[in-house]
């Protein structure tokens, strides 16, 4: 009984009316959204909007799609082989690879006084940078090594170029992972953070303007259709209708002319140009003072051809 009864006391406590009046008017929404895309509402019966809430919706939604449009191609950033698809196979050997050396250590951690062969352990295989400019510093490295290695390899032109050649893209890599950090903290971050937070709360706010305006013009269908007894409430509810609504667009506007007013986009695409500014400014550079000492041996080699045809 005493269970009975704090289970009517839980009941009462419930705003059922609240709660009902919740759901009718999500429903007359719903339906009053279904007319208006199905065309069986009047263009006169659908509540304008501000032109000023108009002209900001179309600039938010400028906005968002140049941040989405970017951010489409600029996310390759975070990841450092978007200049070198080759890596997918290298990255293939690099797991065998440790797998392999996983399987040795194992081996010689755990076979240590059997009777079986126990294989001395391995270190593993240090980890490459997969970009474009480490994959040319190790080919042309490993390329002069081999010309090197031959007799009167040391004195071969084509191997002091290839050494050059080298040299310069170990410098220009290292610039190129200080440009793609640079990048990802000063660019990527703060982009896609006022995409997920301002932008995405301005976007929130036109949403609840759009359930209140579709509120509104369900309860002006409703005042239009209900008996007289129930006049007086239908039009309380249109009022509180139109209350909510002038309220709701007031904050839309708000939250977006903030958004729209935020410098964060212009210094975020600074950062972004100047990160690579400097990346290419120092490949510029390293690559000039290389193409002077390889146009030397270049010359120097076509002389040296040239004169001992001429015997």
Same mark, same amino acid.
């Given at each position: 009984? +005493? ?17 009902? #009046? ?14 208006? &895309? ?6 006169? @019966? =659908? ?32 990841? @450092? ?6 890596? =997918? ?7 065998? %690879?440790? =797998? ?7 081996? !010689? %951690? ?32 490993? !390329? ?9 390899? #040391? ?54 303007? &759009? ?22 409430? !239908?039009?309380? +509810?249109? @009022? #509180?209708?139109? +209350? ?8 839309? =506007? ?13 210094? #975020? ?20 003072? !290389? ?10 080699? @076509? ?9």
């Amino acid at each position: 009984m +005493d269970g009975w009864n704090k289970f009517q006391s839980s009941l009462s406590g419930l705003n059922l009316g609240q709660s009902a #009046n919740k759901f009718a008017k999500g429903f007359n929404s719903s339906v009053q959204a279904t007319r208006e &895309r199905l065309g069986q509402v009047a263009p006169d @019966e =659908i509540t304008e909007l501000p032109q000023e809430y108009k002209d900001l919706e179309a600039r938010v939604d400028a906005l968002r799609q140049a941040h989405l449009a970017l951010l489409k191609v600029t996310k390759a950033y975070e990841n @450092e082989s978007y200049d070198y698809p080759t890596q =997918i196979q290298e990255s293939i050997a690099e797991l065998s %690879t440790t =797998i392999g050396h996983g399987i040795t250590n194992f081996a !010689a %951690t755990n076979l240590k006084g059997t009777n079986l062969p126990t294989p001395s352990p391995v270190a593993p295989q240090v980890s490459q940078h997969k970009t474009l400019p480490h994959a040319l510093c190790r080919a042309a490295t490993n !390329a002069a090594a081999a010309v090197q290695r031959t007799p009167g390899g #040391n004195e071969d032109k084509l191997g002091k170029a290839l050494t050059v050649y080298a040299d310069v893209f170990e410098n220009i890599a290292s610039a190129r992972i200080e440009q793609d950090e640079s990048i990802q903290t000063q660019y990527l971050r703060p982009w896609q953070t006022t995409l997920s937070t301002s932008i995405n709360v301005a976007m929130k706010a036109r949403q609840a303007v &759009r359930v209140s305006r579709l509120e509104l013009d369900a309860a002006k269908q409703t005042l239009k259709t209900t008996s007289p007894v129930k006049q007086e409430q !239908a039009r309380l +509810d249109v @009022e #509180n209708a139109e +209350d909510d609504l002038v309220q709701k667009t007031e904050v839309a =506007i708000t939250l977006m002319k903030t958004v729209l007013e935020n410098p964060e986009p212009l210094k #975020n695409i600074n950062e972004l140009v100047k990160a690579q500014l400097l990346y290419f400014a120092a490949a510029a550079e390293a690559l000039s003072s !290389a193409q002077g000492e390889i146009e030397e041996l270049s010359v120097a080699a @076509e002389g040296e051809y040239r004169k001992s045809r001429d015997h």
